[in-house]
C-alpha cells in the first residue's frame, strides 16, 4: 500500500498545491515530513498553489474566482475607549447542503487577523487572490491605503497622495490582470480639486514594479458623484457618472463607456432613486433602488460569443416582515445557489431576499450595538506574498480565527 510518506517529495507539493489554503495549513500540522518539506521548499510551494488556483480561473472562466470564495466582511469595531478599529471575518463559501441562516449566522463568522495595523473607519476595496486593499475614506479622500495578505501576515502602506491644493473629492479602486502564468494587481485612485471638480486626476499603482504612482492622464468624467469605490469585473474597474457607466481598462489603462441598463423604463421619479454597481455571481451588475415604490431592482450585464445585454434578475420589494428604513442603501453581496440574495442595510444589518417566497427575512443584527460600517467582499485565502510580488512589506501577526461572538 502506498502512503504519503513513499511518494516523492515533487509528488507531495503537487498534491498540496491542489487543496485549499486552511487545508494546507491543517497539513503542517499531521506529520514532521510535511511540516518540514513545506517549510524547506515554500517559495516554491507557494507559488505552485498559487499557479493552480489561476489554472482554475482559466478552466472556468471568470465566473469561477467569484463561486470559489467565501465572503470577508469588515467591521467597524467599537472599544471602550471610544476608539474605532477595523475587524475582518471570514465565512466559508456558501454549501447548498446547509440553511443559508446557519452557514452566515453571526456565530460562524471567525475573525481574521488583519496584518497591517489600522485604526479608523476603513473599507475593503477588494480582494484578490488572498491579497486586501483596505482604504480609509474620509473627508472625501481615500487616504491611506493598505494592501495585506493574513495568510502570510505581510502588509504595505502605499504611499500617500502630496495635495498640491484643496481636494472636492477623489474615486479609488483595486483590480488585477491576469494570463495563464501571472498576476498583476493595481490601484488607482482619481483626484478632483476644488478648483475644477468636473476634471480628475488619475493615478495608478503596480503592486511589484517599484515605480510608485503614475500619473496617466485626466479625464472628464465625475466618478467621485455617486458611488466613489470603483467595481472590479473581467479586468475593468467599473464606476456611475450620472447615468452612465464607465470603465477603465486596468491592461491598457484607457476609459470607455458601457451601454447603461433600460431601468428607466417606465418611466419614474428618478431623484428619489439610489444607482450603485456591484458583482453578483461574476458578473457586472447595477442595483436600482426606487425610494418611493420601495423597490430595488437588480440588472445583470451578462455576455455571450457575440453581444452583451442587460437582463433584470430581481425586483425586490420592501415590503415584508423587515422594517426597512428607505433612507438607507440595501448593499447586495451575493447571489446563493437558491437563488436568494444576501445583502446589506443600515451598515450592521444582514438580511436575504428569498424570490420564492417574495420575503425579505433578517439573517442577523449587531444586538451589542458595537460594530458599524458592515462591508463585504468575496475572499479566496491564498499564499501569495507581496515580497515576492516586489513590495517591500513589513509583517505582522499571520491567520488566525477567532469567532465574532468571542470578541471583546
Known amino acids: 500500500m502506498i502512503t504519503m ?13 491542489r487543496l485549499p489554503v486552511e487545508s494546507v495549513l491543517d497539513c503542517k500540522l499531521v506529520c514532521k515530513r510535511l511540516l518540514k518539506l513545506l517549510s524547506d521548499r515554500w517559495n516554491q510551494f507557494a507559488k505552485m498553489h498559487h499557479q493552480q488556483q489561476l489554472l482554475q480561473l482559466a478552466s472556468y472562466g471568470g465566473d469561477a474566482y467569484y463561486s470559489s470564495t467565501g ?6 469595531k467599537y472599544k471602550k475607549d471610544e ?3 477595523i475587524r475582518l471575518y471570514y465565512g466559508d463559501k456558501y454549501n447548498v447542503e446547509m440553511n443559508i ?11 481574521t487577523s488583519i496584518s497591517c495595523p489600522v485604526v479608523g473607519t476603513y473599507i475593503i476595496a477588494g480582494s484578490y487572490f488572498g491579497l486586501i486593499c483596505l482604504v480609509r475614506y474620509h473627508h472625501h479622500i481615500p487616504e491611506p491605503i493598505h494592501i495585506c495578505n493574513p495568510v502570510t501576515g505581510e502588509y504595505v502602506n502605499l504611499p500617500e497622495y502630496t495635495l498640491r491644493e484643496e481636494y472636492y473629492g477623489a474615486a479609488y479602486g483595486f483590480g488585477y490582470v491576469h494570463s495563464m502564468t501571472n498576476v498583476q494587481y493595481k490601484v488607482v485612485r482619481i483626484y478632483y480639486p476644488d478648483s475644477d471638480y468636473n476634471i480628475g486626476e488619475v493615478q495608478v499603482y503596480t503592486i511589484g514594479n517599484g515605480s510608485g504612482w503614475r500619473t496617466i492622464g485626466r479625464t472628464s468624467y465625475r466618478l467621485h458623484s455617486q458611488t466613489p469605490l470603483g467595481v472590479y469585473v473581467n479586468g475593468y474597474l467599473h464606476w456611475i457618472d450620472k447615468k452612465k457607466i464607465v470603465a477603465f481598462n486596468l491592461a491598457d489603462e484607457e476609459f470607455r463607456l458601457i451601454q447603461s441598463p433600460p431601468y428607466c423604463d417606465p418611466p419614474h421619479n428618478c431623484s428619489t432613486c439610489f444607482d450603485m454597481l456591484q458583482v453578483l455571481r461574476g458578473n457586472l451588475c447595477l442595483c436600482h433602488q426606487r425610494n418611493e415604490e420601495h423597490l430595488l431592482d437588480i440588472w445583470s450585464l451578462k455576455k455571450n460569443a457575440t453581444e452583451a445585454s442587460w437582463t433584470r434578475d430581481f425586483s425586490i420589494a420592501y415590503q415584508s416582515s423587515l422594517d426597512i428604513d428607505h433612507q438607507f442603501p440595501v448593499w447586495p453581496l451575493l447571489i446563493t445557489v437558491k437563488n436568494e440574495v444576501l445583502f446589506v442595510h443600515q451598515g450592521d444589518m444582514l438580511c436575504c431576499y428569498d424570490p420564492r417566497t417574495n420575503m425579505v427575512i433578517e439573517l442577523w443584527e449587531d444586538k451589542k450595538q458595537e460594530l458599524n460600517r458592515l462591508h463585504a467582499s468575496p475572499h479566496m485565502n491564498s499564499f501569495v506574498s507581496l515580497k515576492a510580488l516586489g513590495e517591500r512589506s513589513e509583517t505582522k501577526k499571520k491567520l488566525r480565527h477567532r469567532s465574532l461572538e468571542d470578541t471583546d
Open 5 to 17: 510518506e513513499c511518494l516523492p517529495s515533487d509528488i507531495v507539493l503537487d498534491i498540496l498545491s
Open 71 to 76: 465572503l470577508l466582511f469588515s467591521f467597524e
Open 83 to 85: 476608539t474605532r478599529s
Open 101 to 111: 441562516h446557519e452557514n452566515f449566522s453571526y456565530e460562524t463568522l471567525h475573525e
